[in-house]
């Protein structure tokens, strides 16, 4: 079993910075992607951002520019760096996982989530 921890939501007002993070840990072999999603009250969970075990990544086109996402590998860690932030940002956000447990069996897991508001 494969847990994740969020940290780093918060109130903000619009123009503001900030960082999320995401722990991995339990029963961990490999860590394939690591990303965070996030959804907006009457709205579909959406995905913000992704990153592989070598680095590469994708965003969403609404935060292209403003949001980084990094791993750290040996701590099993993702972060999510939010810059310039809207009141359209505003969303629980979700971390998400897949990879292969000590025993090489696929998993995938969500953490809890996370509120981010941005007044305006």
Request: with cysteine; hydrophobic share 30%; proline share 2%.
């Amino acid at each position: 079993q494969v847990q994740l921890v969020e940290s780093g939501g918060g109130l903000v007002q619009a123009g503001g910075s900030l960082r999320l993070s995401c722990a991995a840990s339990g029963n961990i072999f490999f860590i394939n992607v690591m990303g965070w999603y996030r959804q907006a009250p009457g709205k579909q969970r959406e995905l913000v951002a992704t990153i592989t075990s070598s680095g590469y990544t994708n965003y969403a086109d609404s935060v292209k520019g403003r949001f980084t996402i990094s791993r750290d590998n040996a701590k099993n860690t993702v972060y999510l760096q939010m810059n310039s932030l809207k009141p359209e940002d505003t969303a629980v956000y979700y971390c998400n996982t897949d990879g292969r447990t000590r025993s090489h069996s696929p998993f995938g897991s969500w953490g809890q989530g996370t509120q981010v508001t941005v007044s305006s």
